[in-house]
């Protein structure tokens, strides 16, 4: 079975369905966002330029979409949050799994 290396997913700005600017990782756009209606911007469309968003930046928002977020984004987050994050997609885990196990689990690895 052959191995994929992952690039470094750089961060993209589009628009939501609703009209909203958003910005997601390009991997999650092309997997995700595009088939939902999502529209990329072009760089002339793009209201500033994109800049390296932290998790705590993204973790302001009411509501993150972990698939957005880099491993060490991720890591940078708590047990609990990542606990009810797979409670909420139904995937289940071992009530002794480490922040790594957890992680791990959200990146599909």
């Keep these: 079975m052959p191995k994929y290396a ?15 600017e958003i910005e997601v990782t390009e991997r999650a756009f092309n997997v995700i966002y595009e088939a939902q209606g ?3 911007l072009g760089a002339a469309e793009q209201s500033e330029e994109i800049t390296e968003v932290n998790a705590a930046d993204k ?6 979409d972990y698939l957005t ?3 060490e984004e991720l890591m940078e987050i708590k047990n609990d949050p990542l606990k009810a994050y797979l409670d909420e997609i139904g995937i289940e885990y071992k009530s002794s799994a480490t922040k790594e196990d957890l992680v791990d689990l959200i990146l599909g690895e």
Excluded: H, M, W
Aim: aromatic share 4%; charged share 35%.
């Design 6 to 20: 992952k690039s470094a997913d750089s961060l993209i700005k589009v628009r939501t369905p609703e009209g909203n």
């Design 38 to 40: 999502y529209q990329r």
């Design 59 to 64: 973790l302001s928002d009411e509501k993150v």
């Design 69 to 71: 977020l880099s491993r």
